[in-house]
């Protein structure tokens, strides 16, 4: 008992800690970096093992996000050069980039191991193998209403009515997730004792989407929702209002758009062309480039980032 209460106790303390921070001084945080190995004294905190939010907290489930978040992952300068060529092209051109998230499902990203299917995978606690169990099947109850579709109606209309859409969705989920962690010239990405909670949230940016912002919950202000994900989409507008003056020079203002966000394309081919990875050593690493993977001018298109 007196265990559970001192954690609950550890907990709060670290929910304090987030809340409050002094805008004209250096944050008080420190920002972790997944693609560190884990369990290991002799290198830096992993993004899992630094996170100030933990799973045992009961408020800390939005910590758990890091044990692998997305994939689109930051990749070191070590494994990057291990790739085959072949990953490289495909993980850095279109549309491919765009259709990495079934694959990220099944095999996770470049130096990850483990699926999402598997209960025995090491993205799960034990508590949640039952979980996972569930969701496969239902994964393929819905596989196999598809071929029993398809089988009936013909694999044309099937894939019209479903498989389109379906990448769609995929796409769209791939761009934003990207866009709202990439495609700055100022975004850094830290580990070790370079990191926090706080910190992590800020090295997000918000995007103006035009007209898709109210039909998509707002999901353009995605710094307040890394910060405070407690907040319901209805209301990360005004947060976001309030929260700049408080932010300071921390909060990056996104590029107005237009009725469509035609922009963001820019945005997203720049760094598809500048930002390969990151560098093994250091706490505080900037996104680094490989000016042989294309041939293109990669210095001129730094340059205008």
């Keep these: ?15 304090d800690a987030r809340l409050f921070f002094d805008a004209a001084k250096p944050p008080p945080f420190r920002i972790g970096d997944e693609d560190q190995p884990q369990n290991t004294p002799s290198e830096p905190r ?12 009961p408020t800390g489930a939005f910590g758990r996000t890091g044990k692998d978040r997305t994939a689109k992952r930051t990749i070191t300068e070590k494994l990057y050069w291990q790739l085959e ?21 099944w095999y996770r990203s470049p130096g990850k191991t483990g699926s999402h299917f598997l209960p025995s995978s090491d993205l799960f606690s034990p508590k949640e193998k039952s979980d996972v169990i569930v969701s496969t099947t239902c994964w393929c109850i819905m596989i196999s209403l598809l071929v029993a579709l398809a089988c009936v109606f013909g ?10 859409p379906y990448l769609v969705f995929v796409m769209w989920l791939d761009l934003v997730t990207y866009l709202h962690h990439h495609g700055h010239n100022d975004l850094p990405w830290y580990r070790g ?3 926090s909670y706080l910190r992590g949230g800020l090295t997000t940016v918000d995007r ?6 109210n039909i998509h919950h707002d999901i353009g202000t995605h710094v307040i929702h890394h910060l405070f994900p407690q907040i319901p989409h209805y209301h990360l507008v005004e947060a976001t209002k309030a929260a700049r003056p408080v932010l300071g020079r921390y909060y990056r203002e996104p590029e107005k758009s237009g009725p469509l966000p035609l ?3 820019g945005v997203l081919l720049r760094s598809l062309r500048v930002d390969h990875f990151v560098s093994d050593v250091g706490d505080v690493v900037y996104y680094q480039t490989d000016h042989s993977l294309n041939g293109t001018d990669w210095a001129e298109d730094a340059k205008h980032k």
């Design 193 to 195: 004792e370079e990191w």
């Design 208 to 213: 103006d989407y035009g007209w898709i912002n």
């Design 263 to 265: 922009h963001l394309f």
């Design 155 to 164: 694999p044309v209309p099937v894939l019209m009515l479903y498989g389109v």
């Design 1 to 15: 008992m007196a265990a559970s209460a001192t954690q609950e106790a550890d907990c709060k303390a670290s929910e």
């Design 46 to 57: 992993s993004y899992r093992e630094g996170r100030v939010l933990a799973p045992a907290c």
């Design 85 to 105: 060529t072949r990953t490289k092209k495909l993980r850095f051109t279109l549309p491919f980039t765009l259709l990495a998230f079934p694959v990220y499902l």
